[in-house]
Nanobody, 128 residues
Framework: QVQLVESGGGLVQAGGSLRLSCAASGRTFSSYAMGWFRQAPGKEREFVAAITWNLGNTYYGDSVKGRFTISRDNAKNTVYLQVSSLKPEDTAVYYC?????????????????????WGQGTQVTVSS
């Protein structure tokens, strides 16, 4: 069982940056692939970024490539999402997710159904 707690969201002007954090419980964090998703009002939850458990390979959704960076610190049981050059359309609740299914490809890690555990979300609001 893994519990995930996100933090770091807030209100920021367009062009600004934030660092989102996701703290995980459990002693086997390093064996989980981690992902970030977001959901804007009235829209479906969409893939943002993921990082594999083994080699730390990273994947990004097309709308955030070059602006967002995912990383992990296994010693701290934490995954981060650095969000930069923010746009009003980045406004959403950002969710952290974890999976032990051994997924290592973009195709699998970009799917909601791949993940077993979810956090409660943190709100990011970008003003124009």
């Amino acid at each position: 069982q893994v519990q995930l707690v996100e933090s770091g969201g807030g209100l920021v002007q367009a062009g600004g940056s934030l660092r989102l954090s996701c703290a995980a419980s459990g002693r086997t964090f390093s064996s989980y692939a981690m992902g970030w998703f977001r959901q804007a009002p009235g829209k479906e939850r969409e893939f943002v970024a993921a990082i594999t458990w083994n080699l730390g390979n990273t994947y990004y959704g097309d709308s955030v490539k070059g602006r967002f960076t995912i990383s992990r610190d296994n010693a701290k049981n934490t995954v981060y999402l650095q969000v930069s050059s923010l746009k009003p359309e980045d406004t959403a609740v950002y969710y952290c997710a974890a999976t032990r299914q051994g997924a290592t490809t973009f195709r699998s890690l970009s799917l909601l159904s791949t993940y077993n555990y979810w956090g409660q979300g943190t709100q990011v609001t970008v003003s124009s």
